[in-house]
């Protein structure tokens, strides 16, 4: 039965089947060949189980949060912002490219809105400045793998729930290798300038920086607050997506940028995506059910022992086959997937839960960037009206960077692990 869901669920990605309809087909097609076509009921009982999780309603309030962001103007701003820090520098748009996204992260929690919304934005501004159109899609692409790592972050939320793990300790995680993310795409922009010849942008004024700055600094209380809040245990995941809700309105009314129609845009899109992810976790876990069944879990770990017994030669192997595996999967149903299998094998390993989780985390995010399904290829091409195929040409330098800080955060635990243990103690 194993085969037939994992052959069917590659085949029916291949075909571009919608992700949420290729893990059903796959589950329904492997129930039926195992000849339990009479017991096809459980797939409904399995699904609802699988959503039936109070951890997962902070998934639609960290949606909501970015999209009322988009909703409240805040994109221009905190563009505006990153550009008075450090538009000035060598390639210095392009830095701000990267700072924005920074920003960004600390509300939306997701790639996906941080290319739909800063996008537009990012590519028009660094194509008027004389920028190659591709690079800076390129870029944009690049810089939004940071959303997901700095907190607050749907897919860190995702896999707490999957592998049981403090959503506090992972968001803490996140914070250096998010770091590390804009550090490593920065000097890359640094390089770039000095190849091609990038411009420089006019220092801004004291004046205009400061009246920036009350805008972006305000995007930026929003992450401190939805931090602070978990990790002192004052609320929950879910109760901090609510106040980060309660607190972009807010700005929305007192900026005076907040219509009906851009609420009403917010929550409908919220609506959405939330029902794919909802759709996704559910037949991921009939999925993950079918696999207990069969006991994959365990004949991987057997075979990995076998194979090697190095912590360091499996670590690299497992970046090497997540890193694959991001090439033609989506990160959210990845995980979903990978996450029950691995634990077995991480624990036996000694690798620390919160550590695997970063690592799962930037390895299944770096691709949205790679070819040939990384969907935020498809978003920018669609948003900064850039061609697919150049595009994708020029990620694959900007791939690198990111997974040098893979390797970085895979085989120095303590750039994850460092911050949680300072605040919270050893896990």
């Not at 090697?308 to 030669?313: A, F, G, N, Y």
Request: glycine letters at 10%; aromatic letters at 8%; hydrophobic letters at 60%.
């Amino acid at each position: 039965m194993a085969w037939i869901l994992f052959l069917g669920f590659i085949a029916f990605i291949l075909l571009r089947v919608p992700i949420t309809m290729a893990i059903g087909l796959a589950v329904l097609a492997s129930i039926v060949f195992a000849g339990f076509g009479d017991t096809l009921y459980i797939i409904p009982v399995q699904v609802l189980q699988g959503v039936n999780n109070p951890a997962l309603l902070a998934i639609p309030f960290f949606v909501l949060a970015g999209n009322l962001m988009n909703a409240v103007g805040m994109t221009d701003r905190i563009f505006n912002f990153a550009g008075c820090l450090v538009g000035h520098f060598r390639a210095g748009l392009a830095q701000v490219n990267v700072i924005a996204s920074m920003i960004f992260a600390g509300v939306s929690g997701a790639a996906v809105a941080d290319i739909a919304g800063l996008g537009a934005v990012e590519v028009k501004a660094m194509r008027d400045r004389g920028y190659p159109a591709e690079f800076a899609a390129a870029l944009t692409v690049a810089a939004a793998v940071i959303g997901p790592i700095i907190p607050p972050s749907i897919g860190l939320v995702i896999y707490a729930y999957l592998s049981g793990t403090s959503v506090a300790r992972l968001f803490l995680g996140g914070i250096i290798p998010g770091l590390l993310i804009v550090v490593a795409l920065m000097l890359f922009n640094r390089w770039a300038a000095t190849r091609y010849n990038f411009p420089r942008e006019e220092r801004a004024t004291l004046k205009q920086t400061a009246r920036s700055a009350i805008d972006g600094i305000a995007a930026l209380i929003a992450p401190a607050i939805i931090l602070f809040a978990i990790v002192t245990g004052f609320t929950t995941a879910t109760e901090a997506g609510v106040l980060a809700c309660a607190y972009t309105l807010l700005l929305g009314l007192l900026y005076r940028t907040l219509s009906a129609k851009a609420l009403w845009t917010a929550m409908t899109d919220t609506m959405l995506i939330t029902s794919v992810i909802m759709i996704i976790i559910g037949f991921s876990h009939v999925m993950g059910w079918l696999l207990a069944i069969e006991m994959i879990p365990q004949m991987l770990a057997s075979g990995i022992l076998l194979l090697t017994d190095s912590r360091p030669v499996f670590l690299g192997l497992l970046l090497i086959f997540l890193l694959l595996i991001g090439c033609v999967v989506e990160g959210v149903p990845a995980k979903l997937i990978l996450v029950p299998m691995l634990l077995p094998l991480i624990d036996q390993f000694g690798v620390d839960r919160v550590h695997f989780g970063l690592i799962i985390q930037l390895a299944l995010l770096i691709g949205i960037a790679t070819p040939p399904m990384g969907i935020g290829l498809y978003i920018i091409s669609e948003v900064g009206k850039v061609s697919f195929e150049k595009v994708t040409i020029a990620i694959l330098p900007m791939l690198v960077p990111l997974i040098v800080v893979l390797i970085l955060i895979t085989y120095i635990p303590q750039l994850t692990l460092f911050l949680p243990n300072l605040i919270m103690g050893p896990g």
